[in-house]
């Protein structure tokens, strides 16, 4: 297949908050330096911000090393956190948590209630404004490698595959792109990401990553229910006491409303659905009051990182590094994961800089070992060493038990002397369906809690129907034989989007799935959650999935 190809210097895969750092940093090291760079940047969205979701509150550390001046250059950071509240629910009650008594990491005092779609939307024009080179709707399809076993850069912009595999009349054999260093910037459980932790074996001296899924709707409240600033969370009701999870309410400016719930992907039941947990919680009387003559104007959903410091894998590899959530830089007592994005963007920028300096035009040291060193010396890697304990704290004691172990911790700043493994990966949790029991739901009212189909559509998802399915089943006979049999289907309710449904016919026999990869998110959920491993994700073609407004 003939290509055109384009060679430069960093090659960034992801426009989120690592991304568009490394490629900022990339360049004032090159202006101070008064020596040229080319950086280019592909983002899978159909615009920069259109795949990025985050509740999110952000603590402005980052932003602050990236640039000092960011409040005179505009940067949306409009909302400073005026009020900070958890509570743990019961099904009909709350009960406050002074905040005293509450861990450090989690208080929020100066922090700021964003849209992390529309910051990053304002990091890509500084970015572009400094010759950074970014391709929105490119998605980077597939790895390319050196003879010697570099990673030389990637493939893409291949569109107009027929379902079938056939090309259609507008086909297009895509573009590589060859660059000294490949940054990867894909976010939570990247699917360039995960190939080449396992072509490196990047994971070997690691616990397993584990994850959440989260779920966020944005909402225009009236007057009398908002309040600029309000950050809320909450833990308890509707989980058990063996399910991780939590969710969050924060009020923007304009009144706006982000609030959004969080499942831990160890859960065990296979009847749990995130989604109805979701909508379940909203009807809480304590939450609800929230959102009382509001309107719902846009949902969205995506995996995180929670493993932390020991599920964070080698972060070079030859010809390249990873960064922000690919590598898993979430915090998660603080729930924020931002601002180590910037800084290991960064971190990776200077490392890069300065070994292609030395290089002078000659071959680059393939090893970017000065990052690894960079961020273990640096405050990402102090602040994951303090948070170490706290979600295998959970995994192990449960709600009781680990938000008691959890307080104990994060009083002593992580301290202590142990480290707490992950017991387990989260796709080898789920239970049997005769040891579990089915979950009854309540019916969506359309006023507070809504159904899948009517939330998908404000996602504005859209995938050209007509293109192989990027949803892909290694063995098409799993998910009946295995997955139905076994725990009746668990992916008709782990999905946020309803894209997995068993069909059987009137009678009720010969049960098969259908795929509906059009209403596909791109949240991972199914590749990191199906019990068999069956599910791998792959990129779709460029501008296909959600189009998020300011999420």
């Not at 055109?4 to 202006?31: F, H, K, N, T, Y």
């Not at 940067?75 to 958890?86: G, S």
């Not at 024009?125 to 950074?132: I, K, L």
């Not at 397993?208 to 969370?233: F, M, N, R, S």
């Amino acid at each position: 297949m003939e290509r055109e190809s384009m060679e430069v210097d960093v090659l960034i895969i992801g426009a989120g908050p690592a991304g568009l750092a490394a490629a900022i940093r990339l360049m004032q090291l090159a202006q101070q330096a008064g020596s040229e760079l080319s950086v280019c940047v592909l983002e899978k969205g159909s615009e920069v911000g259109a795949h990025i979701l985050s509740g999110a509150v952000m603590e402005p550390r980052g932003m602050d090393e990236l640039f000092p001046d960011w409040e005179e250059r505009g940067a949306p950071l409009n909302v400073a956190v005026t009020a900070d509240k958890f509570m743990f629910l019961t099904e009909h009650n709350s009960i406050p948590m002074p905040n005293f008594l509450m861990p450090k990491a989690t208080h929020n005092h100066g922090n700021y209630v964003v849209s992390l779609g529309n910051v990053c939307r304002w990091l890509a024009e500084q970015a572009e404004a400094m010759a950074v080179q970014i391709f929105p709707g490119f998605a980077a399809s597939e790895l390319l490698f050196h003879d010697d076993g570099r990673v030389k850069g990637v493939v893409t912009g291949v569109m107009g595959i027929a379902a079938d595999g056939s090309e259609k009349a507008a086909f297009e054999p895509g573009m590589e792109l060859h660059a000294s260093y490949t940054f990867l910037a894909e976010g939570c459980r990247g699917s360039l990401s995960k190939q080449l932790i396992e072509r490196f074996d990047l994971a070997k001296d690691s616990q397993p990553q584990t994850y959440g899924i989260g779920l966020k709707e944005l909402w225009e409240v009236p007057d009398e229910a908002h309040q600029e600033g309000l950050v809320l969370h909450t833990a308890g009701w509707p989980m058990d006491r063996r399910t991780y999870g939590g969710s969050f309410l924060y009020h923007l400016d304009n009144n706006q409303v982000s609030i959004g719930f969080v499942v831990g992907l160890d859960y065990e039941n296979p009847y749990l659905s995130p989604f109805d947990e979701f909508q379940r919680y909203k009807t809480h009387p304590d939450i609800r009051r929230y959102l009382e003559g509001g309107k719902r104007i846009a949902y969205g959903a995506r995996a995180l990182n929670e493993g932390g410091l020991q599920s964070i894998p080698e972060l070079v590899f030859p010809g390249g590094v990873l960064i922000g959530c690919s590598a898993g830089f979430l915090n998660v007592p603080k729930i924020k994961g931002s601002h180590n994005a910037i800084k290991t963007g960064m971190l990776a920028a200077e490392a890069a800089f300065e070994a292609i300096q030395a290089a002078d035009g000659g071959q680059v040291e393939p090893l970017l070992s000065a990052y690894s060193e960079a961020v273990r010396n640096s405050w990402v890697w102090r602040e994951l060493v303090s948070a170490r304990n706290f979600r295998p704290g959970f995994a192990k004691w449960g709600l009781i038990g680990g938000t008691l172990y959890g307080g104990f911790d994060q009083f002593f700043g992580g301290k202590v002397g142990w480290t707490l493994k992950h017991p387990h990966q989260d796709h080898a949790t789920l239970k049997p369906k005769e040891q579990c029991r089915p979950i009854e739901y309540p019916k969506p009212d359309g006023v507070i809690s809504f159904d899948k189909p009517s939330s998908v559509y404000i996602s504005n998802t859209n995938h050209d129907e007509d293109q192989p399915v990027h949803l892909r089943l290694a063995d098409e006979s799993i998910p009946v034989a295995h997955n139905l049999a076994l725990y009746d289907a668990p992916e008709q309710r782990y999905c946020p989007a309803g894209v997995y449904e068993i069909l059987r016919d009137d009678d009720g026999a010969n049960p098969r799935l259908q795929i509906s990869a059009q209403n596909c998110l791109h949240c991972k959920t199914c590749d990191i959650k199906d019990p068999s491993q069956n599910i791998t994700w792959v990129t779709p073609e460029g501008t296909g999935g959600p189009n998020y407004p300011n999420m």
